[in-house]
Antibody, heavy 124, light 109 residues
């Protein structure tokens, strides 16, 4: 079954850290660039970060740069998002998504498979 | 990073056609043919319905179509059906290596 499953969300105190995971199954994970997005309660979607298929190149939104770290383990078919110094405005559902490819390593600029998301609530 | 502008809501009767606009700038929609649209039912993951302005993924009904003119992209849903009631978000590539989403439009059938 082709799917992405996010885990690791929960209630976290401000200033603490959290590591989210995105487990892939049913497709060749190592061939795809991957992305993290988030959606604050009642709000729109926001792109957070991108990681290349081989994990050597990362990109971050301005709001994520410095506190967020995206990584992946292709041997485990899993992507991660480590967030430091959590703030209340980081409260959101965090989604991971797959970018399709025609040629491995060449961007296609859209996202064809999404996970169900994991809720992160930052509150004391 | 300013979001792309969408109407908050659009409504239509079953069988009718509706169009959702998505307005950006020359740095995103106007600069690239990298506009996609997502359908999101409450509490669910987004689903890709249009990519690269006007391409439909396999399995998406041909009632969904996309277009672009200048800095504005549009999603048209023809033959509106009850299951089309959802939030719709546009998304554009905004180089380098960044993306911006629209504010979202709730479609009422």
């Amino acid at each position: 079954q082709v799917q992405l499953v996010e885990t690791g969300g929960g209630v976290v105190q401000p200033g603490r850290s959290l590591k989210l995971s995105c487990a892939a199954s049913g497709f060749t994970f190592r061939n795809h660039a991957m992305h993290w997005f988030r959606q604050a309660p009642g709000k729109g979607l926001e792109w957070v970060a991108t990681i290349s298929s081989d994990g050597t190149t990362n990109y971050y939104a301005d709001t994520a740069r410095g506190r967020f770290t995206i990584s992946r383990d292709n041997s485990k078919g899993t992507m991660y998002l480590h967030v430091n110094s959590l703030r209340p405005d980081d409260t959101a559902v965090y989604f991971c998504a797959r970018e399709p490819y025609l040629v491995i390593g060449v961007a296609t600029f859209y996202f064809d498979l999404w996970g169900q998301g994991t809720l992160v609530t930052v509150s004391s | 990073q300013s979001a792309l502008t969408q109407p908050a809501s659009v409504s239509g009767s079953p069988g009718q056609a509706i169009t959702i606009s998505c307005t950006g700038t020359s740095s995103d929609i106007g600069g690239y043919n990298r506009v996609s649209w997502f359908q999101q039912h409450p509490g669910k993951a987004p689903k890709l319905v249009i990519y690269e302005v006007n391409y439909r993924p396999s399995g998406v009904p041909d009632r969904f179509s996309g277009s672009k003119s200048g800095n504005t992209a549009s999603l048209t849903i023809s033959g509106l059906q009850a299951e089309d009631e959802a939030d719709y978000f546009c998304c554009s590539y905004r180089g380098p290596s960044s993306y911006v989403f629209g504010t979202g439009t709730w479609v009422t059938v």
